[in-house]
């Protein structure tokens, strides 16, 4: 079945500074890749995804890029601010609309210093 | 749209007893999936269900089972409760369609002692 790693682990950043977190996802028939964010006692809330057919993708201050070849996603989250610190999930799924279940990384707690 | 919705948010139970936790998704989903969230384990999946049928099934013992009933309301019900099943029992919702997205519920907190 589908394996995901995903590092680091922990992670602090300066706030203003970038954060990246990587993923690596073992199937090469996953083509969709959300990643999650989980703030502490709260839900896990989908903050941004992509697709396979898609090398990049933006919204706002968070960008998530994809590497077919390599088979690794990473999310990229620009002038950090306290309300980021959370734990970022990234999850690998195989869709054939709707045919849900998603593979989870072990998450990443992230850290603003303020 | 309210979003999905979890009934018990917390649970205590003891070992040998049975547990069914409920999963409303959010209206005009079809797709109810249940994971496991633990400190040690992560996140889990346990099983999927889509028009009352379970489509897909995550690595947990048969004392795990789900269904889903006509207006995709979901169940799931753990048999002879185990310590290592305290969790976040979450699940999450999704459309029929070309977007996957899922969407999550709040989760049940049980603890077995």
């Known amino acids: 079945g589908e394996n995901v790693e995903q590092h680091p682990s922990t992670l602090s950043v300066q706030e203003g500074d970038s954060a990246v977190i990587k993923c690596t996802y073992s199937d090469s028939a996953s083509n969709y890749f959300p990643w999650y964010k989980q703030e502490l006692g709260k839900r896990p809330q989908l903050i941004i995804d992509i697709r396979s057919n898609v090398g990049e993708k933006k919204d706002q201050r968070i960008a998530v890029t994809l590497n077919k070849t390599a088979k690794h996603f990473s999310l990229h989250i620009t002038e950090t601010q306290p309300e980021d610190s959370a734990v970022y999930f990234c999850?690998?799924?195989?869709?054939?609309?709707?045919?849900?279940?998603?593979?989870f990384g072990t998450g990443t707690r992230l850290t603003i210093i303020p | 749209k309210a979003g999905v919705t979890q009934t018990p948010r917390y649970l205590i139970k003891t070992r040998g007893q049975q547990v069914t936790l409920s999963c409303s998704p959010i209206?005009?989903?079809?797709?109810v999936s249940w994971y496991q969230q633990t400190p040690g384990q992560g996140l889990q999946f346990l099983f999927e269900y889509f028009s009352e049928t379970q489509r897909n099934k995550g690595n947990f013992p048969g004392r795990f089972s789900g269904r889903q009933f006509s207006n995709s309301r979901s169940e799931m019900n753990v048999s002879t409760l185990e310590l290592g099943d305290s969790a976040l029992y979450l699940c999450?919702?999704?459309?029929?369609?070309?977007?996957?997205?899922?969407?999550f519920g709040p989760g049940t907190r049980l603890t077995v002692l």
């Open positions: 999450a919702s999704s459309s029929q369609g070309p977007t996957p997205e899922q969407f």
């Open positions: 209206s005009g989903h079809r797709s």
């Open positions: 999850a690998a799924s195989k869709t054939n609309f709707g045919n849900e279940k998603l593979t």
